[in-house]
């Protein structure tokens, strides 16, 4: 597995994602740990250990609820066909992945990765 295949659609680096390490991993202590920080941090009593299962963005296998279906900038470049924002015509424009290059400084350089 490469490091280019851990980028998910919009830049974010799945390879650090405590998700992606718990369900690698098969630590169920991390799972309810992850589960913990993030029904807090995103005030979702849905997500329980349970759910935190993910193999990454743009790598085959399980996702996280998030990232399967409701993520908006996964479902756009999938829509469009593409493997990643990257390839968009309307990343420097975009309203939808924009937020996370603020949030996120390292997503942009990850993407520009894809291209070499």
Same mark, same amino acid.
């Given at each position: 597995?490469?490091?280019?295949? /851990?980028? !998910?659609?919009?830049?974010?680096?799945?390879?650090?994602?405590?998700?992606?390490?718990?369900?690698?991993?098969?630590?169920?202590?991390?799972?309810? +740990?992850? !589960?913990?920080?993030?029904?807090?941090?995103?005030?979702?009593?849905?997500?329980?250990?349970?759910?935190?299962?993910?193999?990454?963005?743009?790598?085959?296998?399980?996702?996280?609820?998030?990232?399967?279906?409701?993520?908006?900038?996964?479902?756009?470049? +999938?829509? +469009?066909? /593409?493997?990643?924002?990257?390839?968009?015509?309307?990343?420097?424009?975009?309203?939808?992945?924009?937020?996370?290059?603020?949030?996120?400084?390292? !997503?942009?350089?990850?993407?520009?990765? /894809? /291209?070499?």
């Amino acid at each position: 597995m490469t490091m280019k295949g /851990l980028i !998910a659609c919009c830049g974010i680096n799945c390879g650090s994602c405590e998700a992606r390490i718990a369900t690698v991993n098969n630590d169920d202590a991390m799972r309810m +740990k992850v !589960a913990g920080e993030w029904s807090k941090m995103f005030n979702s009593p849905e997500i329980v250990p349970e759910s935190i299962n993910c193999t990454g963005c743009r790598m085959p296998g399980v996702k996280f609820a998030h990232c399967e279906n409701t993520c908006e900038i996964r479902k756009c470049a +999938k829509s +469009k066909n /593409l493997d990643s924002c990257i390839q968009c015509q309307e990343i420097d424009n975009c309203g939808i992945v924009g937020f996370i290059f603020k949030a996120v400084p390292d !997503a942009r350089a990850n993407l520009q990765q /894809l /291209l070499n």
